[in-house]
T-cell receptor
Framework: DQQVKQNSPSLSVQEGRISILNCDYT??????FLWYKKYPAEGPTFLISISSIKDKNEDGRFTVFLNKSAKHLSLHIVPSQPGDSAVYFC?????????FGAGTRLTVKP | EAQVTQNPRYLITVTGKKLTVTCSQN?????MSWYRQDPGLGLRQIYY???????DKGDVPEGYKVSRKEKRNFPLILESPSPNQTSLYFC?????????????FGSGTRLTVV
């Protein structure tokens, strides 16, 4: 029972353009949502998070949007850079339980 | 440098031979957790610990044991490994279990059981 789903296994964008990574969830009790970035041979690193009481959180080139009615969140990267090429995991937490999606591999082409 | 250290990075073992993957953090975090990553399934939690001497099962605890005798260490024990435990394992820690500040992950241990 995957409570957090990332339906796109991969995404390819051109350098300088916007990257939009999507995530859907089923548990309405999740109160925090997070994005992690993972390079090969490294562990995931925390990127950005959003509380369920907000609909947007911005940190530099990264913005996370939350649509609670649709149980959907997205990560926007603007402008995309080749160094952003990595696997991105969406995660959601309820109290001490954190669930992860399967990940989306982003490739940013020069 | 604040970090989570896992050892070994790579391990090939045979079915039934007990093994331990170590995890240590230097951030005085209360919360520690083990995940396994499998293709198409993302990260699934094996066990977690809210504090010393407190451990709980995650989603896929079968075939694994953990202990938390000290705050900094959280070893993962496979008493009798089987091929379906071939996976990429990550240890993670956090100030608290609540997810807002994110977890700090180790670099991973790739385990192959033949």
């Amino acid at each position: 029972d995957q409570q957090v789903k990332q339906n796109s296994p991969s995404l390819s964008v051109q350098e300088g353009r916007i990257s939009i990574l999507n995530c859907d969830y089923t548990n309405s009790m999740f109160d925090y949502f997070l994005w992690y970035k993972k390079y090969p041979a490294e562990g995931p690193t925390f990127l950005i998070s959003i509380s369920s009481i907000k609909d947007k959180n911005e940190d530099g080139r990264f913005t996370v949007f939350l649509n609670k009615s649709a149980k959907h969140l997205s990560l926007h990267i603007v402008p995309s850079q080749p160094g952003d090429s990595a696997v991105y995991f969406c995660a959601a937490s309820e109290r001490d339980d954190m669930r992860f999606g399967a990940g989306t591999r982003l490739t940013v082409k020069p | 440098e604040a970090q989570v250290t896992q050892n070994p990075r790579y391990l090939i073992t045979v079915t039934g031979k007990k093994l331990t993957v170590t995890c240590s953090q230097n951030m005085n975090h209360e919360y520690m957790s083990w995940y396994r990553q499998d293709p198409g399934l993302g990260l699934r939690q094996i066990y977690y610990s809210m504090n010393v001497e407190v451990t709980d099962k995650g989603d896929v605890p079968e075939g694994y044991k953990v202990s938390r005798k000290e705050k900094r260490n959280f070893p993962l024990i496979l008493e009798s490994p089987s091929p379906n435990q071939t996976s990429l394992y990550f240890c993670a820690s956090s100030l608290q279990g609540r997810g807002f500040h994110g977890y700090t992950f180790g670099s991973g241990t790739r385990l192959t059981v033949v």
